[in-house]
């Protein structure tokens, strides 16, 4: 049974991003168009679970259950749409799970939804030490107990979730068809 921990920012967390992204264009090539560091480990100070999610955008999602064996060489295990239509899922580290993947293609309205968290969290540190605090909390409420976790931690992630898509679209250009450029 996995253990719920909620671990203090670690700066390997980028680097352990970088080494993935590194595998995955060779396996991909050129149908990846983009990949994004996203969840709580890709924001500076944040409090998380070690587990680095990561996001390839691809030309065609369809195209990336090709991939399924290179992918398992690696060590993930794909697990399809895992309940989010048109996204493809992988874990990798088994009960000591260290990666998730999140593959969506270029138009999924997803891809700007995890953006827009992720840097409205790096862009609002408060708002960033609360949820880690909370997550905090619901780590030692429910150590063994994945569910409640992500159950107690819902209301608040809609609610930042809520506010980062309005802070995205704040901040996007008013005449431009181009959404802002978000950083890596």
């Excluded at 390997?12 to 990846?32: A, D, R």
């Excluded at 680095?52 to 295990?77: A, L």
């Excluded at 409205?120 to 030490?129: C, E, F, G, N």
Aim: net charge positive; hydrophobic share 35%.
């Amino acid at each position: 049974m996995r253990k719920v921990e909620v671990k203090p920012y670690n700066e390997c967390w980028n680097s352990m991003f970088e080494v993935e992204v590194n595998l995955l264009y060779k396996i991909f090539g050129s149908e990846i168009i983009d990949i994004y560091h996203i969840g709580s480990t890709s924001v500076k100070g944040l409090k998380a679970k070690p587990i680095i999610d990561i996001m390839p955008v691809v030309k065609d999602v369809n195209r990336v259950d090709e991939f399924n064996i290179s992918m398992m060489t690696i060590g993930y295990v794909p697990k399809g749409e895992n309940g989010i239509d048109q996204r493809r899922y992988f874990q990798k580290g088994g009960e000591l799970r260290t990666h998730h993947l999140h593959f969506y293609q270029l138009d999924n309205p997803n891809i700007k939804r995890h953006l827009a968290f992720r840097d409205y969290l790096r862009s609002h540190p408060d708002v960033a030490k609360k949820y880690g605090d909370v997550k905090v909390s619901l780590s030692k409420r429910f150590p063994y107990d994945i569910e409640s976790y992500i159950k107690g931690k819902e209301q608040l992630v809609l609610e930042i979730e809520q506010k980062a898509i309005a802070w995205y679209q704040s901040i996007k250009q008013p005449d431009s068809k181009n959404p802002p450029t978000f950083q890596l």
